[in-house]
Every structure is written in structure tokens, then in C-alpha cells.
């Protein structure tokens, strides 16, 4: 009798296991697109920005907003939002936003925050499926993000646990250019950014509302670091290293 009770046990806990938010189930497995994203690893390997035009560089402005802040952790992704820019325009009709699916109930502080709340998010797709969506959204684009290193810690850990693939898109941060252009400004988070800019933010901590600010924000860096005489990253790049 014991040893039953042991056993179901365990098929209990292996099926609790198995609804992780970064399983790679096979049956979930959509070939045709696990098929696209090698392609798309290969492309990115081969793809160098620096050297393109600022008025022609296309990017994917894009925001996440989280449980917490440390991925290793047990923070999770519970939204994506983006937006493609080719120079200073942004498509406004070229827009991600995804909620994902999360068990763990939200803490209130984060529903104050988001807006997301515990039912929105158990109807939401997986964080499997997400991601396989907007890798095909962004393609080989390099992406852009206000305080990037929390994005691209948790795009590494997402990617690697949900994808089994390691995450190569390159990542510039917003500040690249704003600490470029206003070194003295002090600069630091989004709505100080903002409000310096003259950028409104329509719905604060909502991941497409944000993407959208920070595009905004990347927009009026690229304008003004044109007018200081810079044509592409690479000239940028050894601006900021010979400082």
C-alpha cells in the first residue's frame, strides 16, 4: 500500500513538473517553425548592422514586463510587447503584444502595476509558443530596449529553458544614444527619459505602451545623434570606446 501511494505520488509531481512554463513538450513542437528559427540563428551569424545607415537601420523596439527581476530565480516573462522602426519612423502597424501564460499567482504589487491579473494570464499562450511568435515577428533585426540588460537577461533564460536554443540577437540599449547626446542630463529611467524628450507614455508598465515610449525615445536619440555628425553604430561605437 505504501509503495502505491509512493508511486502515484511521484506520477503526481511529474505531471506538476511537466506544466513548468518552460517545458519543451515534443507534441507542442511545431517543426515548420522550430525549422525557421535554426534558419534564423543562421541569418543572425551572418548579419552585421554597424556599417547600415542610421536613417536606414531597421530595428524592433520591444519591452517585457516580468514577475520580478532575476530570471535564475523563478521570475517569470508575463508579456511582450514590440514595435518595428526602420531610422526615425515607427510603424505604428507593425506591432507585437502577448500575454504568457503563468501558475504562479501574481503578487499584487505586480497586478498594481500591469494590469495583468491571474485570469488574463491563465488563458494566455505559453511562454513556448510566445516566443516562437515573435522571433518570427522580429526576424534578424536587432532589438532595442530601455534598461536592455533586464530584457536580454530574461530573453537568454527564456529562450535557452523554452526553446533549447541560445538567445544571439544583439540588444542596444535606449541610453546608448540618449547618454551620447545629453551626457550631463543624468538620464535614467524611462519617464525621466521621457519627460526630458517630451515623450508621453499613454499606459505605464503595459509591455506595448512602454515599447512604444521607448521607440519614440529611440527615435528622437537617432535625430539627434545625426545632427552631431554620426552616420551608422560602427561610428558611434568608437565614439563611446574613446571616451
Not at 502515484?8 to 505531471?15: E, I, L, N, R, T
Not at 513538473?17 to 513538450?25: C, E, K, Q, R
Not at 548579419?47 to 524592433?60: A, G, N, T
Not at 499613454?202 to 521607440?215: K, P, Q, S, V
Request: glycine content about 4%.
Amino acid at each position: 500500500m505504501i509503495m502505491e501511494q509512493m508511486i502515484q505520488f511521484v506520477k503526481q509531481m511529474s505531471g506538476k513538473l511537466g506544466a513548468s512554463p518552460y517545458a519543451t513538450l515534443s507534441s507542442q513542437t511545431d517543426p515548420g517553425k522550430m525549422a525557421y528559427m535554426r534558419e534564423l540563428q543562421r541569418e543572425l551569424k551572418n548579419k552585421d548592422v554597424l556599417e547600415v545607415p542610421l536613417s536606414e537601420l531597421r530595428v524592433v523596439v520591444f519591452d517585457l514586463e516580468t514577475t520580478g527581476f532575476f530570471p535564475y530565480k523563478g521570475d517569470q516573462i508575463i508579456s511582450i510587447g514590440a514595435v518595428k522602426m526602420r531610422g526615425n519612423q515607427l510603424f505604428d502597424n507593425e506591432t507585437f503584444y502577448a500575454p504568457v501564460y503563468c501558475e504562479t499567482p501574481l503578487t499584487e504589487e505586480v497586478v498594481n502595476l500591469t494590469g495583468l491579473t491571474d485570469e488574463v494570464l491563465a488563458e494566455a499562450d505559453t511562454i513556448h509558443d510566445v516566443l516562437k511568435e515573435f522571433y518570427q515577428f522580429i526576424k534578424a533585426d536587432p532589438l532595442v530596449a530601455h534598461h536592455a540588460n533586464h530584457e536580454k537577461q530574461f530573453m537568454k533564460h527564456a529562450t535557452w529553458m523554452s526553446l533549447r536554443m541560445n538567445f544571439q540577437h544583439r540588444i542596444i540599449d535606449t541610453s546608448f544614444l540618449t547618454k551620447t547626446v545629453e551626457p550631463e542630463a543624468q538620464l535614467t529611467t524611462l519617464d525621466e527619459c521621457c519627460a526630458y524628450f517630451g515623450i508621453d507614455i499613454d499606459h505605464r508598465h503595459h509591455a506595448l505602451h512602454d515599447a512604444m515610449a521607448a521607440a519614440r525615445l529611440w527615435a528622437a536619440g537617432i535625430e539627434a545623434i545625426q545632427k552631431l555628425g554620426f552616420k551608422n553604430l560602427k561610428e558611434l561605437y568608437a565614439h563611446v570606446a574613446s571616451k
